[in-house]
């Protein structure tokens, strides 16, 4: 995360994002592994938020350093990830991550690259990195079509949503991000995620989005009535599938 706008616009939502915001597929370090990736490399998360993806290699056995600018987030994966040996929560950027020169063999970067700016991680994270060290930067994408409550959800958002699309835009695509890493592309994969969600947790996992408005403004309760009448109409036995894309890119970028 970069400006302040960045850093701070999930403050007030973080007790939203500890609960209903979705993990990884185990299969990203599955994926990692089999691509070079060594099971004692420590691991620096950038911009961890309240620690979805860091769990997610702790468990695997690794070290992680959590990197995270926004306070509340950075105590909030610290009060659940404490009690990991291999758990270090540090308060730095994307661009200025305070980490020691050539210290990092994997570098992960999750839902928050998009929002970094990108020419200066690259030469940052070229500075943490070991000699051997790699970086993997992966994000649910939310599938858009395919079933009615995806496509209702959609255009939900497009309708109440505060800044939604501008967000929405800072997503990259896979040439995108191939250029990014340059003649240290290794590769790409993606695989398939969901969330089965109950009412009370889809209002959860909107309201933990950044571009939605909160109590208060004009387009909050409307909203609310929405999601209410498009989970009625869409669910099977008291849920919906929310899906997703994992997409997972590796490499080392170049100069």
Do not use: C
Not at 12 to 29: I, K, S, T, W
Request: aromatic share 12%; proline share 4%; charged share 25%.
């Amino acid at each position: 995360m970069t400006d302040l706008r960045s850093t701070e616009r999930f403050s007030d939502r973080v007790e939203d994002y500890v609960r209903y915001r979705p993990d990884y597929p185990r299969a990203l370090v599955g994926w990692l592994h089999h691509h070079g990736v060594g099971a004692d490399w420590s691991v620096a998360d950038i911009g961890a938020g309240t620690g979805i993806s860091a769990k997610m290699f702790l468990d695997a056995g690794h070290r992680v350093t959590a990197v995270e600018p926004n306070a509340a987030m950075r105590a909030a994966a610290t009060r659940w990830l404490a009690d990991h040996a291999g758990f270090t929560a540090v308060d730095g950027t994307a661009e200025a991550t305070g980490l020691p020169d050539g210290s990092v063999d994997l570098i992960i970067a999750a839902q928050a690259f998009h929002w970094f700016d990108r020419e200066k991680v690259r030469t940052e994270f070229r500075r943490n990195l070991s000699p051997r060290g790699l970086v993997s930067v992966f994000w649910n994408s939310r599938r858009l079509v395919g079933t009615p409550f995806l496509e209702g959800y959609e255009r939900l958002l497009h309708e109440y949503g505060i800044d939604y699309v501008g967000v929405a835009e800072r997503y990259t695509d896979d040439d995108t991000m191939q250029r990014w890493y340059g003649a240290g592309y290794v590769g790409m994969a993606s695989f398939p995620h969901s969330q089965k969600l109950d009412y009370a947790a889809l209002e959860g996992r909107l309201m933990s989005s950044s571009y939605v408005p909160k109590a208060g403004h004009i387009n909050h309760e409307p909203m609310l009535y929405a999601l209410r009448s498009l989970f009625d109409a869409t669910q099977d036995g008291g849920t919906i599938d929310f899906d997703y894309d994992t997409r997972i890119f590796l490499g080392r970028p170049d100069a």
